[in-house]
DNA sequence: AACTCTACCAACCGCTGTCTG
DNA sequence: TCAGACAGCGGTTGGTAGAGT
């Protein structure tokens, strides 16, 4: 302090916060707010740049911090969040409330990188590395005949091309998916690939009326959660059997071309315009989250099954 | 006991995006 | 339109504790 008299720069501590100094942030915040950052340490008495000080309240001081070990639930999401979003620490940690994105990054890159590598699933792509390649899942689906079969997930999208994506189908009328998604490990981790391909967009169903989930429809459109978009019986179905696909098939030229912002999504600034129910990912995480042992591939894998099952209703 | 290795975590650095004058 | 200030983000580094030799 007198050290640095008037007319010398003030040398600016680096390193280790100690207890002195987080009590003077924590009582300068509390009582004043953090305003404009670079002006806390002068106001809060500290010798620190106003960037160390902000960086100490949010991964650190913030009262709302959970800290503490990753629970089972909370390491699923992340992995799954992680497959979608990449390494954007900071969505990820909007889903997870209490943790810093400086926390999860740390997690993920001491603990989940090593796990996902025994488990011989790159961490980087969330696909199996390649001198480890584990069955794809298998899913059981009801054939026309009314005998079910068990095939990769891949395989049972093919039975429903159109509410997946507009593609031009093959001449048994399938789609060919498979080149697209190889084995796919969970739905969660086709869906987006299959999102930006399309430009259909997202929202969150609401709590009790069906399951949580994604709920599709094309961008620009009027969405009407659940209610059934058309006469057309495949839409019904779909509506019934697949909460998160509703589909306005005028639309679809219009917004083809357009791409979808997955994390756009996730952060819960881009809801379907028009939709009854709609919610941010903070939704579906909170909901997430109250389900032990529940993770995003569960929730889609659930609604796929539901679908599954209704294949022999058609 | 001394040293090395490893894992973990806090903090820093540099870049980018946004806001404002 | 542009420049500067600021906030936020992600990658990286460095310190520390504990385990192993």
Same mark, same amino acid.
Request: one cysteine or more.
């Given at each position: 302090?007198?050290?640095?008299?008037?007319? *010398?720069?003030?040398? &600016?501590?680096?390193?280790?916060?100690?207890?002195?100094?987080?009590?003077?942030?924590?009582?300068?915040?509390?009582?004043?707010?953090?305003?404009?950052?670079?002006?806390?340490?002068?106001?809060?008495?500290?010798?620190?740049?106003?960037?160390? !000080?902000?960086?100490?309240?949010?991964?650190?001081?913030?009262?709302?911090?959970?800290?503490?070990?990753?629970?089972?639930?909370?390491?699923?999401?992340?992995?799954? &969040?992680?497959?979608?979003?990449?390494?954007?620490?900071?969505?990820?940690?909007?889903?997870?409330?209490?943790?810093?994105?400086?926390?999860?990054?740390?997690?993920? @890159?001491?603990?989940?990188?090593?796990?996902?590598?025994?488990?011989?699933?790159?961490? %980087?792509?969330?696909?199996?590395?390649?001198?480890?390649?584990?069955?794809?899942?298998?899913?059981?689906?009801?054939?026309?005949?009314?005998?079910?079969?068990?095939?990769?997930?891949?395989?049972?999208?093919?039975?429903?091309?159109?509410?997946?994506? @507009?593609?031009?189908?093959?001449?048994?009328?399938?789609?060919?998916?498979?080149?697209?998604?190889?084995? !796919?490990?969970?739905?969660?981790?086709?869906?987006?690939?299959?999102?930006?391909?399309?430009?259909?967009?997202?929202?969150?169903?609401?709590?009790?009326?069906?399951?949580?989930?994604?709920?599709?429809?094309?961008? +620009?459109?009027?969405?009407?959660?659940?209610? +059934?978009?058309?006469? @057309?019986?495949?839409?019904?179905?779909?509506?019934?059997?697949?909460?998160?696909?509703?589909?306005?098939?005028? %639309?679809?030229?219009?917004?083809?071309?357009?791409?979808?912002?997955?994390?756009?999504?996730?952060?819960?600034?881009? @809801?379907?315009?028009?939709?009854?129910?709609?919610?941010?990912?903070?939704?579906?995480?909170?909901?997430?989250?109250?389900?032990?042992?529940?993770?995003?591939?569960?929730?889609?894998?659930?609604? *796929?099954?539901?679908?599954?099952?209704?294949?022999?209703?058609?």
């Amino acid at each position: 302090m007198g050290r640095y008299s008037d007319g *010398f720069k003030q040398k &600016l501590r680096k390193g280790l916060w100690s207890p002195e100094e987080d009590e003077k942030l924590t009582k300068h915040v509390t009582n004043h707010g953090h305003g404009c950052w670079s002006s806390v340490p002068k106001q809060a008495g500290l010798q620190r740049c106003g960037k160390s !000080c902000r960086l100490r309240w949010i991964n650190y001081l913030r009262p709302d911090l959970k800290r503490g070990t990753f629970s089972e639930t909370e390491e699923k999401l992340i992995i799954e &969040l992680h497959g979608v979003l990449g390494n954007r620490w900071s969505q990820i940690a909007a889903q997870l409330p209490g943790r810093t994105d400086n926390e999860i990054k740390n997690f993920w @890159n001491s603990c989940i990188k090593k796990k996902l590598r025994q488990q011989g699933i790159d961490p %980087k792509t969330h696909e199996p590395l390649l001198d480890a390649q584990p069955p794809p899942d298998l899913v059981t689906i009801p054939t026309a005949s009314g005998i079910s079969e068990t095939t990769d997930c891949s395989f049972a999208l093919n039975y429903v091309p159109d509410m997946w994506f @507009n593609k031009t189908t093959s001449s048994t009328g399938l789609v060919d998916v498979n080149s697209e998604f190889g084995s !796919c490990s969970t739905l969660a981790s086709v869906l987006p690939s299959v999102q930006s391909s399309v430009g259909l967009k997202p929202s969150i169903f609401s709590k009790g009326e069906v399951s949580p989930g994604i709920h599709y429809s094309w961008e +620009g459109g009027s969405s009407s959660t659940g209610s +059934g978009t058309s006469g @057309n019986s495949k839409n019904s179905f779909i509506d019934g059997m697949f909460p998160w696909a509703e589909f306005i098939p005028e %639309k679809e030229q219009e917004h083809s071309e357009e791409a979808f912002k997955w994390s756009e999504f996730l952060d819960g600034s881009q @809801n379907v315009g028009g939709g009854d129910a709609e919610f941010g990912m903070d939704g579906l995480s909170d909901w997430a989250l109250e389900q032990p042992q529940m993770a995003v591939s569960d929730i889609f894998g659930k609604d *796929f099954q539901r679908l599954s099952a209704g294949f022999g209703q058609l």
